[in-house]
């Protein structure tokens, strides 16, 4: 057991040596004992696997290569550009055109949106006739165009007339409207940005505008010029590579870009040449609300982005030597000296950055590398065949059993009239009403889960036709996944299919209990459909109880030593359980928020005192404003209110660290894990 614990606790598990028998074990086989035990680490023992046995070609991407991929066309062959997050092409590709004599008018561009199709289409029949180039972005965006866009490709960009100088020139994100035929008789390339901080500073110190000299030394303040430029190179890098964290990074995931950042180094560079003193505050209006904060739609977001970019536009990066701009020594903002020394320490930084760098835990690595496992799996089980031989069970009798077992489990509908009877509408007791709705949603959904199973035990047998919503069902339980006809009907869920099943028999408990024993002591703040609707149950009844508009309560929050059972309800408020804190624990001995343990990604909160109050009386001091999600997904569809559908509330938990170290760290709490 100790062989194995020391496995467990290894850095890199997958380079590790398994004990006694297990030592037999290679390939695939060692994969799938890693997978049971280690799963954050699959992804690097997969490509040792592929380096193995096919060769290290089969995972190193490829070069950019732009000057090739543009011998290998003609014409007639347009040029596509697949976009990623953070890379953007123009400048490279305007560059190009420059080195080509095809600058200037000989390259037009235009970005696709309404109404741009017609002017796109001119600009194309004047290209062919001219030879010159036509470039023509971002046509994920302009969808309803694409047909006619493919029409001219057909039709129109022929051998007979076309200028053999002509280029069409596409960039696009992936998108399932994007024309076929475009893809199959095109050149297509991508430039991947590059990954990691060393390398995302790299390319900004190599690149166009800072490696011109002129640039680079052509500011008045030229000490505070050269840090402040540093500094914004860094937290450019920073915004990048965060998204690689998934949630813990950002909870919708942003495409900063190149020009984020050349529009921010030129605001610095005309501020610090008009201004004596520097305008830092402005700088970090312009920097953070503008040009990046622009693209920021997530209030959490805009208030992280703001906390990462105070870390750089402050009096001591500009002010003292060696300004540290994370924990620790390594990262720090370089003596002023001339271009190759910043280019030297950069160089001289370690390839993979610590979390740490970021502002998170050590545990958000784990986070990130899972992310990684679950996307490689996911693809896999697609590739999954319908149809097995050698005895063994098909899938459509693996998956009439389970369609069995979960009728079998599945509760009967509630009773509303019953309910109704029971818990009538009263003026001093909201929750009648918010139990009532609750049944009514759940009913609703119950009965999808109910019919689909039913309907789909026939159709395997015969008895009713294999519809395609019924189709999806098949293929999403086949493979462990929740079917989008139960998910349009139910609360938002991660969980795979037997998790998400049990989840759903608990919460039906949760309501049966209720309904036969009254409001609980502590309510299961996890097991509302709408938690929305509970919380202003709560306040409600406070606001009847003393005559005060609802408008002006508001929550405090106290985090009680119990961790699941109270023996009575509060006189005010309610008791709640049932939320789990992420990138942060609670600390039981000092009652604050306190930093995660090794390799413990969630903690459960203790039973909270949700306290209504009147708003103007909270001190609100010496706290963190916590957000809570509904899942670990932390994004949903806006709603009119500006929050995602899938925020919840904020709550206030004692902290002994200011605020800006858990936004850093992405500290939320969820409703559900995913497992």
Not at 562 to 568: C, F, G, I, K, R
Request: hydrophobic share 35%; net charge negative; glycine share 6%.
């Amino acid at each position: 057991m100790s062989i194995w614990k020391k496995i467990y606790d290894s850095g890199k598990p997958h380079e590790e040596q398994l004990p006694d028998n297990w030592r037999m074990l290679v390939g695939m086989h060692r994969l799938l004992v890693l997978r049971c035990f280690r799963p954050d680490k699959l992804v690097p023992a997969v490509m040792e696997f592929i380096v193995d046995n096919m060769g290290r070609t089969f995972i190193e991407p490829p070069t950019f290569d732009l000057a090739g991929s543009y011998k290998d066309s003609n014409s007639c062959s347009p040029l596509i550009f697949l976009l990623s997050p953070g890379s953007d092409p123009t400048a490279g590709l305007l560059k190009f055109a420059d080195d080509l004599e095809m600058g200037d008018s000989k390259t037009q561009t235009i970005s696709l949106g309404q109404g741009q199709g017609p002017i796109a289409a001119l600009m194309i029949n004047a290209a062919i006739k001219n030879g010159t180039w036509v470039v023509l972005q971002n046509c994920h965006l302009a969808t309803s165009w694409m047909p006619d866009l493919e029409r001219i490709c057909e039709e129109v960009i022929t051998p007979e007339n076309t200028n053999p100088t002509f280029r069409l020139w596409l960039t696009s994100y992936p998108s399932d409207k994007f024309p076929v035929s475009i893809l199959q008789n095109g050149v297509k390339m991508t430039n991947e940005p590059p990954k990691g901080i060393r390398a995302n500073l790299l390319r900004s110190y190599i690149s166009d505008p800072i490696s011109d000299p002129a640039f680079f030394s052509s500011s008045r303040k030229q000490e505070a010029w050269q840090k402040l430029l540093f500094g914004l190179c860094f937290f450019h890098a920073l915004v990048q590579e965060r998204r690689t964290f998934g949630p813990l990074g950002w909870n919708i995931p942003y495409e900063f870009n190149e020009s984020d950042l050349r529009i921010s180094m030129r605001q610095i560079q005309m501020f610090l040449d008009e201004y004596e003193e520097i305008p830092l505050e402005a700088l970090s209006y312009l920097t953070g609300e503008c040009n990046y904060g622009g693209r920021v739609t997530d209030d959490k977001d805009r208030r992280l982005l703001l906390s990462l970019l105070s870390i750089f536009y402050n009096r001591d990066l500009t002010e003292q030597e060696g300004y540290r701009v994370c924990e620790g020594d390594l990262y720090h903002v370089p003596p002023h000296g001339p271009y190759q020394t910043y280019v030297d320490y950069i160089r001289n930084l370690p390839i993979v950055a610590e979390p740490c760098v970021f502002g998170l835990h050590s545990n958000a690595d784990i986070t990130k590398d899972n992310q990684e496992t679950n996307q490689l799996l996911d693809g896999v089980l697609l590739t999954l065949p319908r149809q097995t031989g050698g005895g063994a069970k098909s899938p459509q009798e693996v998956l009439d059993e389970l369609a069995e077992d979960i009728l079998s489990k599945l509760p009967a509908d509630f009773d509303i009239q019953m309910v109704i009877l029971k818990y009538p509408v009263m003026y001093e007791e909201s929750m009648n009403t918010v139990l009532r709705q609750e049944l009514i949603r759940f009913n609703r959904l119950t009965q999808v889960v109910r019919i689909s199973l039913i309907n789909i035990r026939k159709a395997l047998k015969g008895q009713v036709v294999m519809s395609s919503e019924l189709e999806s069902v098949f293929n999403s339980m086949v493979v462990g996944k929740v079917p989008a006809m139960w998910a349009a009907k139910s609360y938002p869920s991660l969980k795979p299919l037997g998790s998400y099943v049990s989840d759903l028999i608990t919460r039906l408990k949760f309501l049966q209990d209720w309904i036969d024993n009254g409001p609980p002591p502590v309510f299961w703040l996890s097991g509302f459909y709408f938690t929305q609707s509970f919380l202003t149950g709560v306040a409600q009844n406070f606001a009847r109880k003393y005559t005060v508009p609802i408008d002006f309560i508001g929550f405090e929050f106290e985090v009680t030593e119990q961790e699941t059972h109270m023996n009575e309800k509060p006189d005010d408020g309610a008791y709640i359980k049932g939320l789990f804190l992420e990138g942060a624990r609670w600390d039981r001995e000092k009652m604050v928020i306190g930093e995660s343990l090794p390799k413990i990604l969630f903690d459960p909160l203790p039973v909270i005192w949700l306290r209504p109050g009147e708003t103007s009386r909270f001190l609100h001091e010496n706290i963190y404003v916590c957000p809570v999600y509904k899942t670990s997904a932390r994004r949903g569809t806006l709603s009119t209110t500006g929050h995602s559908t899938n925020y919840v509330l904020p709550i206030e938990l004692p902290s002994n660290q200011p605020q800006k170290h858990w936004i850093n760290r992405g500290v939320a709490c969820l409703c559900q894990l995913d497992d």
